[in-house]
């Protein structure tokens, strides 16, 4: 037994000189096939966040364009208040200078009938249009107080939803760190040309399908960026949107908000036309059909804008087409 030990404590002692000798040796690379399946978590998971983060950007634009609106409104309301506030101001002066006009009894000793018909009624005239005067700017005031609250309530949505918009950017930013990492070990990364001529579309379509399909093939080689709208960059719902825009249609921004706007859209997978819109499971993701089995997206992090096949692998993601 105590030559065992021996022998064991001799084998540790060696190993720990082996280690302090060699310190890199105790942590491996991992090998390009499990950095590779590491790459497609990562992918995954930054399609979502994307989303999530372009969608909180898109929360944020639209509650600040309302809040900007208001606010013009507001301006050009606080400013009709303030001139029938000066009216009110002025018929309060001459009240308390001459005294008010409410009474017809200095029209009496004027002898002519019609002439004192004729003050009385430019009287209450004058009186009609001070009241007027007092419930427009009652009316003004009170829609006033109105449109500041809910100006006060749509700027209280709109900074909820800028921060959002910062802690989807630090998810993002994570990731995207994490990708670029993965990609340069394994010689992948792509940075692509801004500049990109990209290439000419020759497929099937046809009409505006076709006007969309030649935007987006113009934009092969230019670089994925998360947030992307172009016209250097995309991402992937980015790059959709701009095309289909050339072609005269206003697509939504994000991937969730098109296959939501294209509810009564969809189309089977079998019975796809260049031009459609395909969308991965999970809405992280999303391109467009250009015929032959093909689509042109803009993929991820660290690669461009490109044609892929639509192999098994990419079928087996798709959750659905819609037509615009």
């Known amino acids: 037994m105590p030559t065992r030990l021996g022998r064991t404590t001799v084998a540790v002692a060696l190993a720990l000189v082996a280690l302090a000798s060699n310190p890199g040796a105790a942590?491996?690379?991992p090998s390009p096939a499990k950095a590779r399946a590491k790459l497609v978590k990562l992918n995954e998971q930054a399609d979502q966040v994307v989303e999530q983060y372009n969608q909180a950007?898109?929360?944020?634009?639209?509650?600040?364009?309302?809040?900007?609106?208001?606010?013009?409104?507001?301006?050009?309301?606080?400013?009709q208040a303030d001139t029938l506030r000066k009216d009110i101001a002025t018929v309060a002066v001459n009240d308390y200078q001459l005294g008010p006009s409410t009474g017809w009894s200095r029209f009496i000793g004027q002898g002519d009938p019609e002439s004192m018909l004729a003050g009385i009624a430019s009287l209450e005239q004058i009186t009609q249009n001070r009241a007027a005067?007092?419930?427009?700017?009652?009316?003004?005031?009170?829609?006033?107080?109105?449109?500041?609250?809910?100006?006060?309530?749509?700027?209280?949505?709109?900074?909820?939803?800028?921060?959002?918009?910062?802690?989807?950017?630090?998810?993002v930013d994570k990731l995207v760190d994490q990708q670029t990492k993965l990609l340069r070990r394994l010689g992948a990364f792509q940075t692509g040309d801004p500049n990109s001529p990209g290439i000419e579309y020759t497929g099937p379509a046809s009409g505006n399908a076709r006007q969309a399909l030649q935007f987006?093939?113009?934009?092969?080689?230019?670089?994925?960026?998360?947030g992307g709208t172009g016209p250097g960059s995309y991402d992937c719902s980015g790059l959709t949107q701009a095309a289909w825009r050339t072609a005269g249609v206003e697509l939504p921004r994000t991937t969730w908000t098109q296959w939501s706007w294209g509810a009564s859209r969809r189309v089977p997978l079998d019975q796809l036309q260049p031009g459609d819109l395909l969308f991965s499971k999970g809405l992280g993701h999303m391109g467009m059909y250009a015929g032959n089995g093909k689509m042109v997206h803009a993929p991820q992090t660290g690669d461009v804008i490109k044609i892929s096949v639509l192999d098994d692998y990419w079928r087996n993601r798709l959750l659905g087409a819609v037509r615009p």
């Open 57 to 79: 950007t898109e929360t944020y634009k639209n509650a600040k364009k309302k809040y900007d609106a208001l606010n013009t409104e507001l301006q050009r309301k606080g400013a």
């Open 216 to 226: 987006a093939f113009a934009q092969v080689g230019k670089p994925y960026l998360y």
């Open 27 to 29: 942590v491996a690379e």
């Open 133 to 171: 005067k007092i419930r427009a700017f009652e009316a003004a005031t009170k829609d006033l107080r109105d449109r500041r609250n809910e100006a006060k309530t749509v700027l209280e949505e709109a900074e909820t939803a800028r921060e959002k918009v910062r802690d989807e950017k630090t998810k």
